[in-house]
T-cell receptor, first 113, second 112 residues
Framework: GAVVSQHPSRVICKSGTSVKIECRSL??????MFWYRQFPKQSLMLMAT?????????EQGVEKDKFLINHASLTLSTLTVTSAHPEDSSFYIC?????????FGPGTRLTVL | GQQLNQSPQSMFIQEGEDVSMNCTSS?????WLWYKQDPGEGPVLLIA?????ELTSNGRLTAQFGITRKDSFLNISASIPSDVGIYFC????????????FGTGTRLKVLA
């Protein structure tokens, strides 16, 4: 149990375009999901908390208009990187919880040219 | 702000050796999670700890919740090549939240 999937696993886009990443909890429901970003050889940095049926909450320094989060159902959260730039290239990972434990998706590698 | 420092930052060990790593926090935690991340993949949960002094095993892995609640330890016994990866500790931003802060990571390389 406790499987989290992400789609796509890899995406390459041109600068200025928008990219949507999906995060699904496959065998459980999650009212809260989390989005992280990880740069090469670094740790995971929490970007935002995705709340089902309400607005996401963003960590300090994360632009909410750039990273749009939608949590439309108890099993799906989406992260849209708007007007992507090369500096947005990173590994984006979502997590969903069962109690105090967070289970992570396999990640999405975003490359912005 | 909160910081989680892991030590060592990286280590090379021989196959069959035991491994120890630790994680220290600048504040008290009521939960510690240990994850392993392989290259290009998401972290996989290894062990969850909920009480000071708790010692929990998962196969060859054993983790302990430090008595001060500001540290945690992970041991791997009889390491094998597939233990290669990055090990992260994680603790909640604040009590009652499921938002987690991650440690700096320990990169493990096993020499066959």
């Amino acid at each position: 149990g406790a499987v989290v999937s992400q789609h796509p696993s890899r995406v390459i886009c041109k600068s200025g375009t928008s990219v949507k990443i999906e995060c699904r909890s496959l065998d459980f429901q999650a009212t809260t999901m989390f989005w992280y970003r990880q740069f090469p050889k670094q740790s995971l940095m929490l970007m935002a908390t995705s709340n089902e049926g309400s607005k996401a909450t963003y960590e300090q320094g994360v632009e909410k208009d750039k990273f749009l989060i939608n949590h439309a159902s108890l099993t799906l959260s989406t992260l849209t990187v708007t007007s992507a730039h090369p500096e947005d290239s990173s590994f984006y990972i979502c997590s969903a919880g069962q109690g105090q434990v967070q289970y992570f998706g396999p990640g999405t590698r975003l490359t912005v040219l | 702000g909160q910081q989680l420092n892991q030590s060592p930052q990286s280590m090379f060990i021989q196959e069959g050796e035991d491994v120890s790593m630790n994680c220290t926090s600048s504040s008290i935690f009521n939960t510690w999670l240990w994850y392993k991340q392989d290259p290009g993949e998401g972290p996989v949960l290894l062990i969850a700890l909920y009480k000071a002094g708790e010692l929990t095993s998962n196969g060859r892995l054993t983790a302990q919740f430090g008595i001060t609640r500001k540290d945690s330890f992970l041991n791997i016994s009889a390491s094998i090549p597939s233990d290669v990866g990055i090990y992260f500790c994680a603790g909640p931003f604040s009590s009652g939240t499921y938002k987690y802060i991650f440690g700096t990571g320990t990169r493990l390389k096993v020499l066959a």
